[in-house]
């Protein structure tokens, strides 16, 4: 395998240079490889023969003398050096593979190609699904993937376009717009109201039975509150607690106990009388929905028209 020196030495020897291979195509297939857990799912990814991966990774490791891909009849992973290796190298492919990307919209001019989204749980059901039909009616040459979940988003690692995050914003390695205020409420079935009553103060929680959401980090749900000005982040003993926010609110409509979500959350079944509202006089003021993707000189239009459309369509009056 020809190679070509990198100009840039590791050691102070004159003759101490880094070589590399030249195809390139080994390095992304075993990137493939790594992420997909599987050759043949990788070669379909790159939409090549499975051969042509096993060939170009086995390339790859008799050229670093390394075992990057530890291989069984049923499964691929990472050997230690191959996760060194994988690690080091992603970033980099990542950023290839976005700027490629990037140049093959600007040229193409109308938005096309694919466009993956990340959004929390029940927003993502409740207010981003919903609006996907009308969005892509706009734009047929987009394909959409919509993945919904509470953790962090790795823009590069999950390959994500868009995110759609809650709270109270504080990471500035992204361009966030603002969607709109995130109205925190606290939610009781009539039932459960007439049964127990109804908190009046923060103190109050501690006399009813609630209802919490587990985060993908292993820890609950704090409940956030504004005070004297102040605000108050509490975690209630719960009675029921549940990893996925829709559970959360079926168990208040069905009596289960008190919870708190967003508005855009419950304002259905508050309109159908299902649940009451209360503590609204402490509810917190400074939570927010936005809208958020990488900072780009030159914004790809598949994700500028998605942001465009989201930010019109979300601030309007329900």
């Not at 994988?86 to 466009?115: F, H, K, N, S, T």
Request: hydrophobic share 45%; with cysteine.
């Amino acid at each position: 395998m020809s190679t070509i020196p990198i100009a840039h030495k590791l050691t102070s020897s004159p003759s101490a240079w880094v070589r590399f291979p030249t195809n390139f195509t080994h390095v992304v297939a075993f990137i493939s490889v790594a992420r997909e857990g599987n050759f043949a799912r990788a070669a379909d990814r790159l939409g090549v023969g499975r051969s042509a991966v096993s060939r170009s990774v086995r390339k790859l490791e008799d050229h670093l003398g390394a075992r990057l891909l530890s291989r069984t009849t049923r499964s691929v992973s990472l050997t230690g050096e191959g996760q060194a290796f994988y690690d080091a190298c992603w970033p980099g492919v990542a950023q290839i593979v976005l700027a490629m990307e990037e140049l093959q919209e600007l040229r193409a001019g109308p938005p096309a190609g694919e466009l993956r989204i990340a959004a929390p749980q029940s927003f993502g059901r409740q207010v981003v699904a919903p609006l996907l039909a009308e969005f892509q009616a706009l734009y047929p040459a987009l394909s959409l993937e919509l993945r919904l979940g509470e953790g962090a988003v790795d823009f590069a690692a999950d390959r994500i376009d868009v995110a759609f995050r809650d709270g109270d914003l504080e990471d500035r390695r992204v361009h966030a717009r603002l969607l709109a205020p995130m109205q925190l409420q606290v939610h009781a079935s009539r039932d459960y109201a007439s049964r127990h009553g109804l908190p009046t103060s923060i103190e109050d929680l501690t006399r009813h039975a609630c209802i919490n959401l587990r985060l993908p980090n292993g820890r609950l749900q704090e409940w956030h509150f504004r005070s004297e000005e102040r605000a108050h982040a509490v975690t209630p003993d719960a009675r029921l607690v549940f990893n996925d926010s829709s559970l959360v609110l079926q168990a208040a409509i069905d009596g289960m106990g008190l919870a708190q979500l967003p508005a855009c959350i419950g304002q259905d079944a508050v309109a159908a009388g299902k649940l009451m509202v209360c503590l609204d006089h402490v509810a917190p003021e400074n939570r927010s929905h936005y809208i958020c993707y990488l900072s780009r000189r030159q914004q790809p239009a598949r994700i500028q028209a998605f942001v465009d459309f989201m930010t019109r369509r979300i601030r309007e009056p329900a």
